[in-house]
C-alpha cells in the first residue's frame, strides 16, 4: 500500500489509490464480452489484459512490437501487434 492510498482514503465509489485491478471487477461477468487494450506488453496494460481476461472477456491487445506481446500473452488473452505488421498475429 502507498503513502498516497493512506491519505488520499477512498472515493465515493469506495475505492481509490489503494484499489487494485482484481478488486474494482470483482464480481463483473465480460463473458462474450470483446475488448482492446493498447500497451499489453507490460505494465498497466498488462494487468488490464490479465484481468480482464480473468473475468471472462475476450481480450485483444496492441503493442508496438511484436516478439513482447507475444511473450506477455497467456491464457485466454490473445495479444496482437497490430503496428508491426498491420495484422493480428499470435
Known sequence: MSLDSLLAGKGANGFGYGS???????????AGKTVLVTGCNSGLGLETARVLAKRGAHVVGTARTSPRPRSSASGSTRLCATRASGRCQT
Open 20 to 30: 487494485t485491478a482484481e478488486a474494482v471487477t470483482a464480481g463483473l461477468d465480460l
